[in-house]
């Protein structure tokens, strides 16, 4: 069966330390997207990527990082640079009018 | 970035009633995707609308594509307990090819 797979589903990170949330897909989607998702608002884009070796910054992309080295994997990077890290991280990717998500990653800082 | 308005933000229903929502924009749009969120998980797809005035149905559900296509509606039947969740629609602009989010509708049903 074809999807998006987000490993760890919980993930716990002191301050201070980089922490990298894995995102991979067998659809053979071109495009992938990061978004987080704080309670009680919408999906705030991070960075995307149409095409391998390329990524764009979104309305959040500060304090996080990506790489697009496969066209399956989109492994997005929260630095020690953000300053609010907890929150609810879903990775979508796209093919023409089909937009679909992952399971998601919660990543707390202690 | 382009806001997508969602409304209503949140219902409170009893098992049975019939639900509406819907997602509005200043601008035009080609598709329309609705997605249901449990808690704690991520965004199933229910329903995608590619042209004006479609109107296509999942089961007890059925969405709208506006036939100005600034406009998208879900309706959900003889709601049940496992249809609580949060109810998000997604646009996509005429031009370009991002997707854009409404903030969602919370749905409670009361049994």
């Known amino acids: 069966d074809g999807g998006i797979t987000q490993s760890p589903k919980y993930l716990f990170r002191k301050e201070g330390q980089n922490v990298t949330l894995s995102c991979e897909q067998n659809l053979n989607h071109d495009a992938m997207y990061w978004y987080r998702q704080d309670p009680g608002q919408g999906l705030r884009l991070i960075y995307y990527s149409q095409i391998v070796n390329d990524f764009q910054k979104g309305d959040i992309a500060e304090g996080y990082s990506v790489s697009r080295e496969k066209k399956e994997s989109f492994p997005l990077t929260v630095t020690s640079a953000q300053k609010n890290p907890t929150a609810f991280y879903l990775c979508a990717s796209r093919m023409r009018g089909t937009y679909l998500f992952g399971p998601g990653t919660r990543l707390t800082v202690l | 970035g382009q806001q997508l308005n969602q409304s209503p933000q949140s219902m409170f229903i009893q098992e049975g009633e019939d639900v509406s929502m819907n997602c509005t924009s200043s601008?035009?749009?080609?598709?329309w995707l609705w997605y249901k969120q449990d808690p704690g998980e991520g965004p199933v797809l229910l329903i995608a609308l590619y042209k004006a005035g479609e109107l296509t149905s999942n089961g007890r559900l059925t969405a709208q594509f506006g036939i100005t296509r600034k406009d998208s509606f879900l309706n959900i039947s003889a709601s049940i307990p496992s249809d609580v969740g949060i109810y998000f629609c997604a646009g996509q602009l005429f031009t370009g090819n991002q997707f854009y989010f409404g903030t969602g509708t919370s749905l409670t049903v009361i049994p």
């Open positions: 601008s035009i749009f080609n598709t």
